[in-house]
């Protein structure tokens, strides 16, 4: 019955995500894109690992990670309005403008381990249900990722993958409609009571601090916002922005409370894809649930980085570095990162470098407050926090499994 019910709800999600009225309207459009980023391996991760981490406290983790997540949002809103015009009436020798191009380098970066982070998390979903030895498990996955990471770029020198990015991209109504599959029959598997266990002990203590912040990349995406200036006026942007952080936001703790009665079997899975043993435990055919989302989502959002990457690093050296290198550049940087991280080490360099990126965002929006007159000074205080706090986590972002 579960099983049903959560292909039901997946069915109807898809299909009105896909075909709906409001479906194409420009307010969705403008939504889904940081939705899905925000949404995708994060949903996919953070239910096993926080439970590992933080025990039965793992939902206040949860909260606590979004509203860090929900405050870098904020910055990025204020940049969109007041930094954006900023730079473009600017001269190139600007210092803002030198540190907005600083920013886009290491976003540029971060996309680049974010690559290799997406493909690490498809490669562990799709080996986890496969007879394989322990040893020899992360071997395969670094060689599939390899594999997968030539691939895409040899599509982008070719200039296709611009076109898988629009099949990836049809996968999110998809993405979406498996996710509330999911949530249903996590509820349902609560209320029929069949699963209930002891909850482990809330573990908390200054040594959760980096590792909390080492998942911030599971609740990043909502930055993409910033850069679709060239499809949508600002104000809409901005709103849109706020709705993504809110829906992700709703899902994610309501994810984690629905997954309380299973924090233990939770805690002691193995690995990053602890959540197809979870599923599974309710019910077998809800392993290929998850399969397909993690699937759909890594993809599609690797390509995605995979394109912002090279992107940004032709436009970073103002086309001195062409399109084609910057593409090998970037999939050689990724390569790198897949052989020398393990699973869980890539999850902490990839928030690393997206806490850097956010800190700079902050500064930015300090320097323009205080140049042009604008905003209050709560606000600017609260630049400043927040570039702290995400200094913070650039520099102490732990492993989730140490």
């Keep these: 019955m579960i099983v049903a019910v959560a292909l039901i709800v997946a069915l109807v999600v898809t299909l009105a995500l896909t075909f709906g009225r409001f479906a194409r309207s420009d307010t969705w459009r403008a939504t889904v894109t940081p939705l899905a980023s925000i949404i995708g391996s994060g949903f996919l991760i953070c239910g096993p690992l926080l439970a590992r981490e933080f025990g039965s406290a793992a939902l206040g983790a949860m909260a606590v990670l979004l509203a860090i997540a929900y405050a870098a949002g904020a910055v990025i809103r204020f940049n969109i309005v007041h930094v954006e015009s900023y730079l473009a009436r600017a001269s190139f020798n600007d210092p803002v403008a030198w540190l907005a191009r600083l920013t ?40 599939i990722v390899t594999v997968l990471i030539v691939l895409m770029t040899l599509l982008a020198l070719g200039g296709s993958l611009r076109k898988v990015e629009h099949l990836a991209h049809g996968t999110v109504s998809l993405k979406i409609g498996i996710i509330a599959g999911l949530l249903v029959a996590l509820a ?185 007159g604008v905003g209050t000074a709560a606000q600017r205080i609260g630049f400043g926090a927040i570039g702290l706090v995400c200094l913070v986590a650039a520099a102490v972002g732990a492993p989730a499994e140490g």
């Design 188 to 372: 349902l598997a609560w209320a029929i009571g069949g699963f209930q266990a002891a909850l482990p002990p809330a573990r908390l203590s200054f040594a959760s601090v980096p590792m909390l912040l080492g998942l911030l990349i599971t609740v990043q995406g909502f930055e993409t916002s910033r850069y679709l200036g060239h499809a949508y006026p600002a104000a809409l942007r901005v709103r849109t922005m706020r709705h993504a952080q809110w829906i992700s936001s709703a899902i994610y703790l309501a994810f984690i409370a629905l997954l309380t009665p299973f924090l233990s079997r939770a805690a002691a899975t193995q690995g990053v894809a602890g959540i197809l043993d979870i599923m599974e435990l309710i019910a077998p055919a809800l392993g290929v649930f998850v399969l397909i989302g993690a699937v759909a989502s890594q993809l599609s959002a690797a390509v995605a980085d995979s394109i912002g990457s090279g992107g940004l690093i032709n436009e970073v050296s103002r086309r001195k570095i062409s399109v084609p290198l910057a593409f090998l550049l970037a999939g050689a940087l990724a390569i790198v990162i897949v052989w020398l991280t393990d699973p869980f080490e890539v999850v902490a360099l990839s928030s690393r470098a997206f806490a850097l990126f956010y800190a700079l965002q902050c500064a930015l929006a300090l320097i323009v407050s205080v140049r042009n």
């Design 104 to 143: 886009q380098g290491v976003l540029a970066l971060a996309y680049a381990v974010s690559v290799a982070y997406y493909l690490k998390l498809l490669a562990e979903f799709s080996l986890k249900p496969i007879a394989i030895a322990s040893a020899l498990q992360p071997l395969a996955a670094n060689i």
